[in-house]
């Protein structure tokens, strides 16, 4: 969990850097009052589902608003399970998630409603994009700084935090 809270942390500063206003949204960070009292039964109807699977972040700029659901997979090929993508797509098919790889670009993204779903197990990664064709305010150099970051910390077996701000 710090690991992904790391990722979350690094997609939103790569976004701030690129001129996006980003505020936390989902369950575990503006919720984790709720996600504290939730029973067996509640945290399976819908409602306390749609609470459970809500996006990561809200990225906005003066064109766009957006959802946005990060994901970190440190195994190559990344294995991102269906059943994931239609818990996110049952209630926030509107959003983007975001997925950090130690491979390729690192960083990719796909809108939800993009992705079909599928029989299959998992997604493979060639169906996302680079993080900065949907993002498109990200700058090459500021993608190739974290991507180094990102890999770096993949390798490590810590939980601990890199300082990745500039």
Not at 27 to 51: A, C, H, M, P, Q
Not at 95 to 117: D, H, K, T
Not at 154 to 166: P, Y
Request: proline share 4%.
């Amino acid at each position: 969990m710090l690991k992904g809270s790391l990722y979350k942390d690094m997609i939103r500063v790569i976004l701030q850097k690129s001129g996006y206003s980003v505020c936390p949204y989902g369950y575990e960070s503006t919720l984790s009052d709720v996600k504290s009292r939730l029973t067996k039964e509640t945290r399976n109807s819908k409602t306390g589902r749609r609470i459970r699977f809500s996006p990561d972040l809200l990225v906005y700029d003066d064109q766009n608003v957006m959802l946005v659901e990060v994901k970190m997979r440190g195994k190559s090929p990344p294995m991102i399970r269906a059943s994931e993508i239609q818990n996110v797509k049952e209630f926030w098919n509107d959003s983007v998630l975001v997925i950090v790889v130690p491979e390729g670009n690192i960083f990719y993204a796909q809108r939800i409603s993009e992705l079909e779903i599928q029989q299959n197990d998992y997604y493979q990664l060639s169906e996302f994009e680079k993080f900065q064709d949907i993002f498109t305010r990200v700058q090459p150099e500021d993608i190739s700084y974290y991507k180094s970051i990102a890999l770096e910390n993949m390798k490590t077996k810590k939980k601990t935090h890199t300082r990745f701000f500039v």
